[in-house]
């Protein structure tokens, strides 16, 4: 039995805890559909903070869902969708 849950897929306005910060951010929780991905992955952008996270333990609280995953016709779609979601987000 599973002791977690997962969120619908999409992207999230999200707050991010941990190594001494407080931060709001954008967070996605998907297969990637537009690269053709095939595991599920948690990428996570923190406004305000520019370094390298990895292997760090952070604490994410899902705070509004801003929209369902979705494929892309390119990449240039893509960003100009993820420039709307950081702005709804903030």
């Not at 306005?13 to 709001?24: Q, R, Y």
Request: glycine share 8%; aromatic share 12%.
């Amino acid at each position: 039995m599973n002791d977690y849950i997962i969120p619908y897929l999409g992207v999230y306005a999200v707050t991010i805890n941990g190594l001494n910060f407080c931060k709001k951010g954008i967070a996605n929780i998907g297969y990637r559909p537009t690269f053709n991905g095939k595991n599920l992955l948690l990428e996570t952008n923190i406004f305000g903070i520019n370094k390298n996270l990895y292997n760090k333990e952070i604490g994410i609280s899902f705070r509004k869902f801003i929209r369902g995953e979705k494929k892309f016709k390119n990449l240039e779609h893509l960003k100009k969708q993820i420039k709307i979601d950081i702005k709804i987000a903030k």
